[in-house]
């Protein structure tokens, strides 16, 4: 009877009647559930996060340096055998119309202090705009006139995108003659001692397969975005790197700015194009194998971080995506290998793999922007606060101390990673389900900021004049969600999340139409 006279009533009431039909028995089981799995990945996040604060701290209180730990002798010139000694070098920098920056980053190459005759040069050119494609061969023509070893490599398809670049490029017959291989992306400028800071590590220790060296961000003071993405990356090549590289000997390789022994990358299987991060694949085949790996955190290459939203939100979704599709291959692979112990296994996959590119992406969106959201409106579901508040207060603390500059901008940070966490926890599950997208491999746009710095310049900031050409309806959705929560608990709540919502709000809408980042205009 009391469904017969709703049907008669207007649609608000027949919303408040099948609201009140599922709430107890369906909406609040199941939001409890989601409580509960949200604190254990909480749970897992903090304990990760601790174990890293306080292995930072044993590494820089007690950990001896590279040098010190590892074999290492600076090469010097023989006056009787002249340059013999030094080991050939092949240094691979991949390109995709890099109309900015190819010039710095060729220039930076050519520019290594090591015997000319000991180095070879190689651009893996994949671009499709003809005439970006005659001015790097130009400048390649330039420094071979000067007597350097450079070669201009073009293929005919782009398959396997960078990887499947780098796997051409290791197929010239040339390349037989070199012992060990540099990778730097298009936009990465290496100072001139680093071959004679990395290649000595390599020559003095057999069991290194990898020296990797850390990123230094040019562009960082560009807009408040990247402001955003150096406070993440810093704890990444600050703490993680560093942490992963003294207990373990193992971490992902970044792509660029590192040293393969490409007897190391052969006995790995050489670059595969199974998922969108080739780098981190190759990372773990070499360390199944029994490879060990350097960070170098005292060297620094300094690249370009994207500072266009377009661009940030395509590199976001291939970071995220691709770990997610690896683990996916490899985590039976890595259980069966026989080259490494239990401990590593485990470190491999559950804090490398399961806590840190699966559970923290989706953890950060379902939890603070949907499920703490919810409770504002299903008040019989509780979220203590020690889960509420002071795990995510400790796990943020422990990871802004990358950035101790930054230290003022914490609150954006947290507003704008968790704005992000929406992308990268849709990665995330593509990667996991290989869904469509999974595959996708958009290059990461440069700006040339590293070109104007120098001069002193920045990049311009013009506002595009179509707003309609930016928005994007999965924050404005997410926005909208979170300012209707928000204003359920002033009009009903009791617990003043509404600030929190309110703001958060704020930041998807801000996302949502762009007002994020150097934005240039379409033409």
């Not at 590119?357 to 499920?371: D, G, Q, R």
């Not at 995330?428 to 710095?453: D, M, P, Y």
Request: glycine share 6%; charged share 20%; proline share 4%.
């Amino acid at each position: 009877m009391e469904a017969f006279e709703v049907v008669n009533e207007g649609i608000g009431e027949q919303i408040e009647f099948v609201w009140r039909k599922i709430r107890e028995p369906v909406i609040v089981p199941m939001l409890r559930v989601a409580v509960f799995l949200c604190l254990g990945m909480s749970v897992m996040m903090l304990v990760d996060k601790v174990y890293m604060g306080v292995s930072i701290c044993l590494v820089k209180l007690f950990g001896r340096k590279p040098e010190r730990r590892y074999k290492y002798e600076c090469f010097e010139d023989d006056v009787e055998l002249g340059n013999s000694n030094y080991p050939m070098v092949l240094v691979q920098i991949p390109m995709y119309n890099e109309g900015e920056v190819y010039q710095l980053s060729i220039g930076a190459a050519c520019g290594l202090s090591w015997p000319s005759n000991r180095l070879i040069i190689q651009i893996l050119d994949d671009s499709t705009d003809p005439t970006i494609k005659e001015l790097v061969q130009v400048e390649c023509n330039i420094w071979g006139s000067k007597g350097v070893n450079i070669k201009y490599e073009v293929r005919d398809n782009r398959n396997g995108y960078k990887a499947g670049a780098l796997r051409e490029g290791m197929k010239h017959s040339y390349v037989t003659q070199c012992d060990y291989v540099v990778i730097f992306d298009a936009d990465f400028q290496p100072q001139p001692d680093f071959l004679r800071r990395t290649i000595p590590f390599l020559v003095s220790n057999p069991e290194i397969g990898l020296v990797q060296a850390r990123w230094k961000f040019v562009n960082a003071d560009e807009c408040l975005m990247t402001r955003m993405q150096q406070m993440s990356l810093d704890y990444h090549f600050k703490v993680e790197q560093e942490v992963s590289s003294s207990a373990y000997a193992f971490f992902g390789f970044n792509g660029t700015a590192g040293v393969w022994r490409i007897s190391a990358l052969n006995e790995a299987g050489g670059w595969k194009d199974r998922t969108t991060v080739e780098d981190m694949d190759l990372s773990v085949r070499a360390s199944l194998k029994g490879w060990k790996f350097l960070y170098l955190s005292n060297l620094q290459v300094i690249n370009e971080l994207p500072s266009t939203l377009k661009a940030f939100r395509y590199q976001q979704h291939r970071w995220s995506c691709g770990p997610a599709n690896l683990f996916r291959k490899t985590a039976m692979e890595i259980l069966a290998s026989k080259n490494v112990s239990l401990w590593k296994k485990i470190y491999i996959l559950y804090s490398f793999f399961f806590v840190r590119k699966i559970v923290a992406h989706i953890n950060t969106f379902v939890f603070y922007c949907i499920v703490l959201p919810a409770t504002v409106v299903v008040p019989e579901v509780v979220v203590p606060k020690w889960g509420s508040v002071y795990i995510p207060f400790v796990i943020t603390l422990l990871k802004s101390v990358g950035t101790p500059r930054s230290f003022h901008l914490v609150s954006f940070w947290i507003l704008f990673e968790n704005t992000m966490s929406l992308h990268r926890t849709k990665a995330t599950i593509i990667g996991l389900l290989e869904a469509s997208r999974v595959n996708e491999w958009v290059v990461t746009e440069k700006l040339g900021a590293t070109l104007k710095a120098k001069g002193g310049g920045k990049v311009s900031k013009n506002i595009r004049s179509k707003i309609g050409d930016r928005i994007g309806m999965s924050e404005l959705c997410v926005g909208l969600y979170l300012l209707l929560c928000g204003s359920y608990d002033v009009i009903y709540g009791k617990n003043q999340f509404f600030i929190f919502l309110y703001v958060q709000a704020i930041a998807f809408f801000i996302l949502a139409f762009g007002y994020v980042g150097t934005v240039v205009p379409n033409y």
